[in-house]
């Protein structure tokens, strides 16, 4: 059975830190692109980014660029996000989600998910 | 930056048919895909390419795209259907992840 549980989620200053971490089991992982959605609270999903397999390709929403940093350990089955200078308006869950890509070339990419975890939370606030 | 928009809320009867629209300009180009999260759930893909439903997903659910309009249908809703649905495609570029608004369905 796939399972994706996130971790590393808490209460953080704004400005602040924090890396959230994902133990992926039930399915191939180093074979996977893999994902991070948010939800803030009451509020809609909103993808964050993605990975390749390797690691060599990682694409973020524009909000998070510079800031938010994509990752994995394929030798540990787990995916990352390292997130610096958080804001307020960060506060969410973070799902870790693994994408099936359709396709992947010089024009970009395009994919879906179909394994969730159950998310992590991320407080903001002083 | 590109959008998908979805209407905030549908409301049917037990047993009608409930349609969920979601706009984009990408869509004529791009797959549009449907997520059901239930409250304090996960998400559930429920439709996937535009049309095509995965296992274990009830023959209820059924999806359509034309030109920038995507479209999921639930025939003959349940009350077990209740829940916000959230259409997901790419933006023209190719290089980020889109989610709509999301609509939250009622069946009562």
Redesign the interface.
């Known amino acids: 059975e796939e399972q994706l549980v996130e971790s590393g989620g808490g209460l953080v200053q704004p400005g602040g830190s924090l890396r959230l971490s994902c133990a992926v089991s039930g399915f191939t992982f180093s074979r996977d692109w893999m994902s991070w959605v948010r939800q803030a609270p009451g509020k809609g999903l909103e993808w964050v980014a993605i990975i390749n397999q390797d690691g060599s390709e990682k694409y973020y929403v524009d909000s998070v660029k510079g800031r938010f940093t994509i990752s994995r350990d394929n030798a540990k089955n787990s995916l990352h996000l390292q997130m610096n200078s958080l804001r307020a308006e960060e506060e969410a869950i973070y799902y870790c989600a693994r994408v099936l890509i359709n396709y992947y070339d010089s024009s970009g990419w395009e994919g879906y998910f179909d394994y969730w975890g159950q998310g992590t939370l991320v407080t903001v606030s002083s | 930056?590109y959008e998908l928009t979805q209407p905030p809320s549908v409301s049917v009867s037990p047993g009608q048919t409930a349609r969920i629209t979601c706009s984009g300009d990408a869509l004529p180009r791009?797959?549009a895909?449907w997520?059901q999260?239930k409250s304090g759930q996960?998400?559930?893909?429920v439709i996937?390419?535009d049309r095509k439903r995965?296992s274990g997903i009830p023959e209820r659910f059924s999806g359509s795209s034309s030109g920038t309009m995507a479209t999921l249908t639930i025939s003959g809703a349940q009350v077990e259907d209740e829940a916000?649905y959230?259409c997901?495609s790419?933006d023209s570029?190719?290089?980020?992840?889109?989610?709509?608004?999301?609509t939250k369905l009622t069946v009562l």
């Open positions: 930056s791009k797959y895909y997520y999260q996960a998400p559930v893909l996937y390419e995965p916000d959230y997901y790419i570029s190719g290089s980020r992840g889109v989610f709509g608004g999301g």
